[in-house]
């Protein structure tokens, strides 16, 4: 018989009654019935009851046995009665009667218990992982993972793409996030960057004529962690296509994806593909952000010109980008919904949210055209005919509400997009147990920072513009308009509100980039100088190509239905992005300081 185990903790059936079994685990459960000794015995496959009566000669030591000591028992494997079989247990039928015990570790008073599934700080929980990843939710979400994984690559390998490694060494690239830095031995005061994303690799990897590509690829980016975003690393599906149009990538990865979620969807509903397509400007007008939730039915819509109308007299909104938001049923909660949402709204830096809710008019009462009577603080100011517009535009009933955030545009419309997901809510309208996706097209290429009051990229420097070679060449700085107006082939898909993808056609052109980057502000020697090996490949030959990326971290999170990265991350950092459990970051000693030819100069104490 073998030392430690002839069946695993999950494997045991009706079948094997009669047979001496020997098996080997952590006690997860400790239970003493009136002499008799149940021990839960629990591995990496599951959890099988075993038992030993008072007049066994090893039930001394079984008796000294506490949660997660690790014991080999064996015994012989005997059906419960009808009354004592666990449904619950794929091994519910069986247990084991020990007949001997080997104890092959002790385990000190646990600071996280590991049976049952109650809430620890996440500093326990980060402290003592190795625990905590014993734990049912968490062990499975990881094995969740894994098989995700797996699955990613069979699909990827299925549709004709082959997996290399790009370099963890490397050099500094603008993603939008700060490097991680490693200073150089051998070349004191240089330093590599780990890779925020294989970005320039894999595009050279399609000049080098390898056409399809894939990474499972760890990615490191120094910013602070959230829910949905891990601090430090983070892993993406990797892809990379020669020869390909945007809809060329929208057929490749469509399956891929749809696939996943229909594997792993456990009886929640999954959108069929071909995925929708939405251009950046309408998600912000429709929705009020560029992660559009499409399980919330409310789409906003533009008001600003009923409010420019000369007999609307509410003053407030004049001059301003006005955006409304229909709140379907809303006319029958109390004023104090209304009141909560005002609130709300000034915790989001705003002065409130104006309403109104929307009537049948009185059989008496002059319309004045409109078909709609409308109630609330505002109503009063606006006719009866501007109140049955904005209703028409926003697809609005008698029994529905309006809801309005009034800015400058792009604070309008997000306030107006966290309006839309919180009246979501708080009406129960979103759709639960479905994954809702939709490609969103047609980015800026630029915007405009107020801050440096200068013209910026956008998003991903390296996208190919929709616009004329020749023209785009022609650019001047007096051209701001024009400019600000590009769009470029990128897109995302978003799920449930979820940024899962992110893509597009590059620029191969080593003219259209420099310019592309001199229009951003970067002169072309510090072009040449930062991207030098990936433009002088483009000068050799460079085919059309495209990809994208898959957050992993956020695909598992989404399919375990959790609500943080870290209950799907095996060994994650905390927010402010430190390693409890293996003490990162730590100082470097004197002698790894002298090796590298750096002095550290700490921050001066205020």
Request: hydrophobic share 40%; aromatic share 10%.
């Amino acid at each position: 018989m073998h030392a430690y185990r002839t069946h695993t903790c999950g494997q045991l059936r009706k079948s094997d009654v009669g047979q001496t079994a020997r098996m080997s685990g952590w006690v997860h459960r400790r239970r003493d019935h009136g002499g008799l000794i149940f021990i839960d015995l629990r591995d990496h496959y599951g959890v099988t009851q075993c038992v030993i009566e008072p007049d066994s000669k090893v039930f001394a030591m079984v008796d000294t046995a506490r949660s997660e000591w690790v014991l080999t028992l064996t015994g012989q494997v005997v059906a419960r009665t009808e009354d004592t079989v666990n449904k619950d247990l794929a091994t519910g039928d069986v247990e084991l009667r020990i007949e001997d015990v080997a104890v092959q570790s002790q385990a000190q008073e646990l600071p996280l218990p590991v049976f049952g599934d109650m809430d620890y700080p996440e500093e326990t929980r980060l402290t003592y992982r190795f625990l905590d990843l014993r734990r049912e939710r968490l062990h499975k979400n990881i094995m969740l993972r894994s098989n995700i994984i797996r699955s990613l690559r069979n699909r990827m390998y299925a549709q004709g793409f082959n997996e290399f490694q790009t370099p963890i060494l490397t050099a500094s690239s603008p993603e939008g996030a700060r490097d991680f830095l490693v200073p150089s031995r051998r070349y004191p005061g240089e330093f590599y960057a780990l890779p925020q994303a294989p970005q320039q690799f894999k595009q050279l990897i399609q000049v080098a004529g390898f056409d399809r590509y894939f990474q499972i690829a760890p990615c490191f980016r120094d910013e602070d962690g959230r829910a949905d975003r891990s601090p430090g690393e983070f892993y993406q599906l990797d892809v990379e296509m020669s020869f390909v149009t945007q809809d060329d990538v929208f057929a490749a990865i469509e399956p891929v994806l749809a696939g996943i979620f229909e594997e792993f969807a456990d009886g929640r509903a999954v959108d069929k593909a071909p995925y929708p397509r939405i251009p950046y400007a309408e998600a912000l007008l429709k929705f009020g952000s560029d992660k559009p939730d499409l399980r919330n039915p409310i789409r906003i819509c533009d008001v600003s010109a009923v409010f420019a109308r000369a007999d609307v007299e509410f003053k407030a909104f004049k001059n301003k980008t006005v955006r409304a938001i229909p709140a379907p049923g809303a006319a029958s909660q109390p004023r104090s919904f209304f009141d909560k949402l005002n609130e709300w709204a000034r915790t989001e830096g705003a002065p409130g949210l104006g309403y109104i809710v929307l009537e049948e008019p009185d059989s008496d009462s002059v319309s004045g055209g409109g078909a709609l009577a409308g109630k609330g603080p505002i109503a009063k100011f606006i006719p009866p005919a501007a109140i049955a517009e904005m209703a028409k535009l926003a697809g609005a009933k008698a029994g529905d509400a309006l809801f309005f955030a009034a800015d400058k545009e792009e604070r309008a419309a997000t306030l107006a997009g966290l309006a839309r997901t919180r009246i979501g809510r708080e009406l129960n309208l979103i759709e639960e147990g479905r994954f809702r996706f939709c490609w969103v097209i047609d980015y800026p290429m630029y915007e405009w920072s107020e801050e440096e009051k200068k013209i910026d990229f956008s998003h991903n420097p390296f996208s190919m513009p929709q616009y004329d070679r020749e023209k785009f060449l022609a650019f001047r700085s007096g051209d701001k308009d024009e400019i600000l107006g590009l769009k470029v082939f990128q897109y995302d898909i978003v799920c449930n509100g979820y940024e899962m993808l992110s893509g597009a056609i590059r620029n191969r052109d080593p003219d259209v980039m420099l310019k592309a980057f001199e229009i951003a502000g970067y002169a072309a020697e510090e072009t040449e100088a930062r991207f030098g090996g990936m433009l002088n490949a483009f000068r050799y030959g460079a085919p059309p190509h495209g990809g994208l990326a898959i957050g992993l971290d956020r695909l598992v999170m989404l399919l375990a239905g959790e609500e943080n990265i870290r209950e799907v991350t095996m060994f994650p950092l905390t927010q402010q992005g430190q390693d409890l459990l293996m003490r990162a970051p730590s100082p470097a000693s004197a002698k790894q300081l002298k090796e590298l030819h750096l002095k550290v100069v700490y921050p001066e104490k205020i």
